[in-house]
């Protein structure tokens, strides 16, 4: 190896790592702080899990949290099942205007949230939907479609229709074709997209807070009144137990469905 490519190969090395850095430190340090005594994050480092035993009794909080996580599977199902039907038809059918309709998935992305926001606000109110859980799941699943729509396409791209071409000449059944060679073939789009939504709404906080009814917040709009009256290392507590409970799946769906790809 010459020094020229030694220089190069560890140049590109050294800015992976500081962009993995840029990513995962400030994350690592919060983790961090939800087990130190202290509420004002002073050194030296004392563990503990008094802030883990103060969000046990932090009713608000944790009913926030459930919220979340009910509003966002529900999102995740209802957003993935609706996207990826609507990306089979986009990827076998002949549509008019089919260009034009995947155009348009891509403004819902690119449109700021608080604008989405008041505008479903007032549009819900018009057609007499309101404020309310129901509203918040509408809400949540018209900002995950497009991400559904997107990534399950990009999968189907590969072709799976072929193979249900193949498989019916070999005399599968259309049903039998479609559940025994392509919906396996679909299967890391359609688990990608449907983490993509249940992120998407679990994190949503521009939508929760215009649409929910007075009583009910979601996590993001808990911890947002949470730090205007005064931040406590509960919500490090919290964020933690998230954040491993989160990449824990991801790992685990990533090594089930190979997202990295085979080495």
């Known amino acids: 190896m010459t020094g020229g490519s030694a220089w190069g190969k560890w ?11 840029f990513l995962y430190l ?20 004392e563990f503990d899990f ?19 996580v009910g509003l966002a599977a529900a999102n995740m199902v209802v957003a993935t099942g609706i996207g990826t039907l609507a990306a089979i038809a986009l990827d076998r059918y002949r549509i008019r205007g089919k260009a034009l309709l995947q155009i348009l998935l891509f403004p819902p992305i690119t449109i700021p949230w608080l604008i989405i926001g008041t505008s479903m606000l007032i549009f819900f109110f018009w057609i007499g939907i309101g404020r309310g859980l ?5 809400g949540h699943v018209a900002l995950s479609l497009p991400y559904v729509i997107v990534v ?12 249900e071409e193949a498989a019916a000449t070999l005399g599968a059944t259309p049903w ?11 299967a890391p789009g359609v688990v990608a997209a449907g983490l993509f939504a249940f992120a998407v709404s679990f994190d949503q906080f521009v939508i929760s807070y215009f649409l929910a009814p007075p009583g009910v917040s979601t996590l993001p709009v808990e911890i947002y009144a949470a730090i205007r009256k005064g931040f406590t290392p ?25 997202f990295g790809g085979e080495r």
């Open 234 to 258: 509960e919500i490090n507590a919290i964020s933690a137990l998230i954040i491993l409970v989160s990449m824990g799946l991801m790992l685990v769906f990533a090594r089930l469905y190979r």
């Open 176 to 186: 039998q074709a479609f559940w025994r060679v392509s919906l396996p073939v679909m």
């Open 11 to 21: 140049t590109v090395r050294g800015y992976l790592l500081l962009t993995l850095l």
């Open 152 to 163: 399950v396409g990009a999968r189907l791209k590969g072709g799976s229709h072929q193979l």
């Open 50 to 68: 008094v802030w883990f035993r103060a969000l046990a009794g932090n009713d608000r909080l944790i009913q926030a949290g459930l919220n979340s």
């Open 134 to 138: 129901h509203a918040m799941l509408l």
């Open 26 to 45: 400030p994350i690592v340090v919060m983790t961090l702080m939800a087990f130190n005594r202290s509420p004002l994050y002073q050194l030296p480092f």
